[in-house]
């Protein structure tokens, strides 16, 4: 069994000084109110795992709001709390968050079993919770501060690596902790316990599965391509027989297979370029499991997974707007006739980030795959050196013919014909004396 100190020694080892401050102030606060404090969850998981987590759970056996409402008003914080369900958050004013729940009071064994009233509900709560691992307690108040509390075997768990269910019907009651269990067996590197793989694979098979709205569905997908190796989560949902559930069709045969990889290769090169264009890499895995379904089935699955109706109707659109300009690109590096880089810039430029990085995994056409990576790394920073003041004082008038030569200045640009601000003032000189 682990000792408290050798908690409050890895508090010091792996957390921010100020956050293990913060948790002592918060046993504080509890000693104050006399309710006993704890840290729940994936925090203390990740903690005992040397695992980087800033999301503190805390839990108060009693009143959690009257808890954080105190601590908050102590430490210059702010709450919001939600009264039915007895929760609240502690907002810093730096933006750092604390979660805290309250343990059920009401549940009583007997009035005679009182002293342990306190000590059940916090054992209820957790025994509410998907896996053992997530199960774990570490007191906060004063004198047991740092006690690690452990009912259902989860130290063990952690050390043998294992993501096990407390009860048999967890997968009927939460269907997306099938995903859950994945999630985080491939980043934990953790393996699902034999009896735990089995309900999985029952709850699939009683199609308890259906019974998940799209939204859910797709939470829960999201969450999977969003970690770090999310190749080995679709594995896990294609050996489970999990795919099917965004569309029918998809299957990991050996061609979907290649696709993965060679998306994922594209997405780390892309994040190995750290450019500043924020994008959803979800997606680019979304797209590729996608990519054999026709428009109008993609358009369906999006609908049905209740994707965010201005990101569906952005993907959808471009996930066919690229197809046809990809296909351009692909007939024009094919033929003889070399591409200038304004037209690469040109033909590109519109598309988001996602499809761009779909297409650059999907094409077969090394030409093609060069023009997309030299479009991230050298044409989309491009601008003309002169601006529409420039333009004025040429005597333009205002108007889209602006537009059209600051364009026309870029593309002499990207091909190298325009190297300095003198270069375009000329050749917006000769275009509009040949006007
Ligand atoms: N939980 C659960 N069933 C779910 C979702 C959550 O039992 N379907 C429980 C888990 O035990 C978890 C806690 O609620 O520890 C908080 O959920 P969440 O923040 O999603 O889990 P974390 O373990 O913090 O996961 P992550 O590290 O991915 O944030």
Redesign the pocket.
Do not use: I, L
């Given at each position: 069994q682990v000792k408290s100190r050798e908690v409050e020694a890895l508090m010091n080892k792996h957390l921010p000084k100020r956050t293990t401050a913060i948790l002592h102030d918060l046993g504080r606060t509890g000693d104050q109110l006399d309710l006993t404090v704890y840290a729940?969850?994936?925090?203390v998981?990740?903690l005992l795992l040397d695992i980087q987590?800033m999301?503190i759970?805390v839990t108060v056996d009693g009143d959690g709001i009257l808890f954080a409402e105190t601590f908050a008003a102590q430490f210059g914080c702010r709450v919001k709390s939600h009264q039915k369900f007895g929760t609240a958050v502690i907002v810093f004013p730096d933006g750092f968050k604390i979660d805290v729940a309250s343990t059920r009071l009401e549940y009583y064994v007997s009035p005679g079993a009182l002293p342990t009233v306190e000590r059940s509900s916090l054992k209820m709560d957790l025994y509410?919770?998907?896996?053992t691992v997530?199960?774990l307690a570490i007191a906060l108040n004063g004198e047991s501060f740092g006690r690690l509390i452990d009912y259902f075997g989860a130290y063990r768990d952690l050390q043998s690596r294992v993501i096990r269910v407390l009860h048999n019907l967890s997968f009927v009651e939460?269907p997306?902790?099938v995903f859950?269990a994945i999630?985080?067996e491939q980043?934990l590197n953790f393996k699902i316990a034999k009896h735990t793989e089995d309900l999985i694979k029952n709850a699939v098979k009683m199609e308890f599965l259906e019974k998940l709205g799209g939204r859910r569905l797709l939470s829960e997908l999201v969450?999977i391509l969003r970690e770090k190796e999310p190749l080995k989560g679709i594995g896990r949902m294609a050996s489970l027989g999990l795919l099917r559930f965004i569309h029918p069709s998809i299957e990991l045969t050996p061609a979907m297979q290649g696709a993965l990889d060679e998306t994922r290769y594209v997405v780390s090169w892309f994040d190995l370029l750290y450019l500043e264009r924020p994008y959803e890499r979800w997606s680019v895995y979304f797209l590729t499991l996608c990519e054999g379904l026709s428009e109008e089935q993609f358009l369906g699955t999006c609908t049905r997974l209740a994707v965010a109706e201005h990101y569906k109707e952005r993907l959808v659109e471009m996930r066919k707007e690229g197809e046809r300009l990809i296909a351009a690109l692909e007939r024009k590096v094919a033929g003889s006739e070399k591409v200038e880089n304004s037209e690469i810039y040109f033909t590109l430029r519109g598309l988001p980030v996602e499809v761009l990085l779909y297409h650059m995994a999907k094409s077969r056409s090394a030409e093609v795959k060069r023009c997309i990576s030299l479009y991230f790394t050298k044409l989309d920073g491009m601008h003309p050196q002169i601006r529409g003041e420039d333009l004025k004082e040429l005597g333009v008038a205002p108007g889209p013919l602006y537009r059209e030569l600051l364009d026309l200045v870029l593309s002499a640009r990207l091909n190298g014909k325009a190297a300095s601000r003198e270069d375009e003032i000329r050749l917006v000189r000769e275009v509009l004396g040949g006007v």
């Open positions: 729940v969850g994936g925090f998981r990740d987590n999301d759970d509410r919770r998907d896996f997530n199960t939460d997306t902790r859950r999630r985080f980043r969450q």
